[in-house]
Antibody, heavy 120, light 108 residues
């Protein structure tokens, strides 16, 4: 059974860059059936899709976040990453990584989530 | 695609049934999924492709659509069903995903 684990800083200063990594075990990120995704949840609010990427490097971003985002994947380390530029307090959230079934469009495996606070 | 609309809260007594709606789905859309999230935990897949249940999810949970609204019905409510429920739709042309705002279910 595939498992995902987020890692990264719990605190980032405003205007700085947030970087998170999701390590995948129990299955390869190079599987043709899946995209790999980032989703976030501000405290007390709903889920927001950030973006998804395929092992080939093909990426899809939430249009409202696209200008500040980069997603990347490392098939050798079996992990994928999120880089979020110029963060503000509004980016404070729990960030989840998840596996997305391509075409069928659902997230069947999730990481436990990591809380990132943006504060000076 | 546009965000989806869910009622912020729902409630029911043990043994009863409750239905949670999710409006804003494209009519005839097949890529609707539902997730259950307990406090402090990651979401868990409950329903995918409108009506299908992953292995291990009880048949008390069922999904449907009508027009531009998807629905999750939980029958025989149990205490552990008290959680947040999120709907999601997926647009395969550009791999975009939309979530509803989530519904907090209280078991009275």
């Amino acid at each position: 059974q595939v498992q995902l684990q987020e890692s990264g800083p719990g605190l980032v200063k405003p205007s700085e860059t947030l970087s998170l990594t999701c390590s995948v075990s129990g299955g390869p990120v190079s599987s043709s059936n899946f995209y790999w995704a980032w989703i976030r949840q501000p405290p007390g609010k709903g889920l927001e899709w950030i973006g998804s990427l395929y092992f080939s490097g093909r990426t899809f971003y939430n249009p409202s976040l696209r200008s500040r985002l980069t997603l990347s994947i490392d098939t050798y380390k079996n992990q994928f990453s999120l880089t979020f530029f110029s963060v503000t307090a509004a980016d404070t959230a729990t960030y989840f990584c998840a596996r997305l079934w391509w075409v069928r469009g659902y997230f069947d495996s999730w990481g436990q989530g990591t809380l990132v606070s943006v504060s000076s | 695609q546009s965000a989806l609309t869910q009622p912020p809260s729902a409630s029911g007594s043990p043994g009863q049934s409750v239905t949670i709606s999710c409006t804003g789905i494209s009519s005839g859309y097949n890529y609707v999924s539902w997730y259950q999230q307990h406090p402090g935990k990651a979401p868990k897949l409950l329903i995918y492709e409108v009506t299908k249940r992953p292995s291990g999810v009880p048949d008390r949970f069922s999904g449907s659509t009508s027009g531009n609204t998807a629905s999750l019905t939980i029958s025989g409510l149990q205490g552990d069903d008290e959680a947040d429920y999120h709907c999601s739709s997926y647009e395969d042309k550009n791999n975009n995903v939309a979530f509803g705002g989530g519904t907090k279910l209280t078991v009275l």
